[in-house]
């Protein structure tokens, strides 16, 4: 996903803005089911790879899309792609890379 | 079949065109191939191209839109009657039971928008909802007050859309999701619009409905009614001259 934003955020900064968006609409009990992990996050491009459980994708995909906030300073959450495996978003990221220049 | 995404509510200030650019621009980005900007009641048909010629630049399809905030069903008729054939969107915003009702039944009216704030201010109920039906009026629902909003105004506010939405399914009252941004931090992308429907119960493919089939809908069919070569439902001109 792509933080959009015109300030720049430390991966601490953006697990927080993320969970705290999942706690916010789901509760604890929700965000607990979603075994959410950071994978790689790129300062510089702000870029994340998140790994959620393919049941709660949804539920995360919610929660980012209403997330207003990292840091208490304005910026939202575009998810850029999900898949499997590293590998093939890896692939995709590099596609969007090259089409947004 | 590829889907036309459609956001039918950008508030910006149209006297500023270099924010409403930048506003169509995100949306452009974002992956919508239509926006509706809101114009003022009083807006000029100069201020009206500007716009659109400043949206053209940008690469994506402008529609116009006013908003209505009549007090009585009266002040509703007179300005319905002044504004339908200038604007391609006509919302109203609905404040009370009689003004809901009437802009429900008029068949001028293309979206019905609810108070985000004021819960008994909602009047989207079952008669509210035949009325629309009746009268192909859609729901609109706003995103911007999902984002803003916190604790129980929110809550309250999911309890309301996922009542309203679930009254509007059964009646077949067409649903509209729009971003109600007045900033670039306010949008998303059709996809999570749709995907964040689902907190008020929306299937997947309704969801999907709600950014793209909907409002694009509406908007071809209020264009084919403003062109000049309109008549009627399913009656246009094809030719002018003597020898027709």
Not at chain 1, 70 to 80: E, F, N, Q, R, T
Not at chain 2, 41 to 69: M, N, P, W
Request: with cysteine; glycine share 4%; aromatic share 6%.
């Amino acid at each position: 996903m792509i933080v959009d934003s015109t300030e720049a955020f430390g991966a601490e900064g953006f697990m927080d803005a993320v969970w705290s968006a999942i706690i916010r609409l789901y509760g604890e009990h929700g965000a607990s089911q979603t075994w959410l992990n950071l994978m790689r996050y790129d300062k510089e491009r702000k870029l994340a790879i998140i790994r959620v459980t393919n049941d709660a994708s949804s539920m995360v995909r919610t929660a980012l899309a209403l997330a207003t906030r990292i840091c208490d300073k304005p910026a939202s959450l575009h998810v850029v792609s999900a898949s499997g495996t590293l590998k093939a978003l890896d692939k995709k990221i590099k596609q969007y890379s090259s089409q947004s220049g | 079949m590829r889907r036309v995404c459609c956001d039918l509510h950008l508030r910006s200030n149209i006297r500023e065109l270099e924010q409403t650019a930048n506003l169509v621009r995100k949306a452009a980005d974002l992956g919508y191939h239509l926006v509706a900007v809101t114009f003022p009641s009083d807006a000029c048909e100069r201020e009206t191209r500007q716009v659109k010629s400043a949206c053209i630049e940008v690469g994506i399809d402008v529609a116009t839109r006013v908003d209505l905030q009549p007090n009585t069903p009266n002040e509703l008729i007179r300005d319905l009657r002044k504004l339908r054939r200038r604007f391609e969107i006509i919302c109203v915003l609905c404040r009370s039971k009689n003004v809901s009702r009437q802009a429900a039944k008029d068949r001028r009216v293309d979206l019905l928008n609810f108070p985000s704030t004021d819960f008994r201010g909602r009047f989207f109920d079952l008669a509210e909802a035949e009325l629309a039906s009746n009268s192909l009026t859609s729901l609109e629902i706003d995103m911007e007050p999902l984002l803003t909003s916190e604790t129980w105004k929110r809550i309250r506010l999911l309890s309301s859309l996922r009542r309203e939405t679930s009254i509007a399914e059964d009646y077949d009252v067409p649903i509209v999701v729009s971003s109600g941004a007045s900033d670039e931090r306010s949008m998303r992308k059709p996809t999570e619009v749709a995907i964040a429907t689902s907190i008020f119960g929306l299937e997947k493919r309704l969801a999907l409905d709600t950014v793209s089939k909907n409002p694009a809908g509406i908007i071809k069919r209020n264009r084919e009614k403003l062109d000049s070569s309109f008549v009627a439902p399913g009656i246009r001109v094809l030719r002018r001259g003597k020898n027709c």
